[in-house]
Nanobody, 120 residues
Framework: QVQLLESRGGSVQAGGSLRLSCATSGRIFRINAMGWYRQAPGKQRELVATFIPNGTTNYIDSVKGRFTISGDNAKKQVALQMNSLSAEDTAVYCC??????????????WGQGTLVTVSA
C-alpha cells in the first residue's frame, strides 16, 4: 500500500523558519509530481508549491522568495523549507503526490496534514 508520511509541523514566531518533509512508502515506480497544499481557518485550500522530478518547481505568489520546495528523486520524497513566516502562513499543510505505483499511472496520494502555527 502506497502512502505519504509527513513530518510534524509546529509553532514558530513570525519571522522564523520551519521545514516540512514528506516521504513516500510502498512500491512506487515513478513520481509524477509532489507538492504541498494548505488550508487556513475559514479559507479555501490552496496549492502552495509543487515539485516535478525534472527539477521544475512552482509556487503561489504569496510564498515566492520565502518557501523552497526540494525533491529527492531517488528517495521519492520532498521537503518544504519555509522562511520568514508570518501569521498568514498559519494553516494545515498537507503533502500531495501524483505517482505511478506500477498499476495506476496517475495515482493521487494525500498526507494526513500537519498544523503550522505562526504567532505574531
Amino acid at each position: 500500500q502506497v502512502q505519504l508520511l509527513e513530518s510534524r509541523g509546529g509553532s514558530v514566531q513570525a519571522g522564523g523558519s520551519l521545514r516540512l518533509s514528506c516521504a513516500t512508502s510502498g512500491r512506487i515506480f515513478r513520481i509524477n509530481a509532489m507538492g504541498w497544499y494548505r488550508q487556513a481557518p475559514g479559507k479555501q485550500r490552496e496549492l502552495v508549491a509543487t515539485f516535478i522530478p525534472n527539477g521544475t518547481t512552482n509556487y503561489i505568489d504569496s510564498v515566492k522568495g520565502r518557501f523552497t520546495i526540494s525533491g529527492d528523486n531517488a528517495k521519492k520524497q520532498v521537503a518544504l523549507q519555509m522562511n520568514s513566516l508570518s501569521a498568514e502562513d498559519t494553516a494545515v499543510y498537507c503533502c500531495y503526490a501524483n505517482v505511478w505505483d506500477w498499476t495506476f499511472p496517475r495515482l493521487e496520494l494525500w498526507g494526513q496534514g500537519t498544523l503550522v502555527t505562526v504567532s505574531a
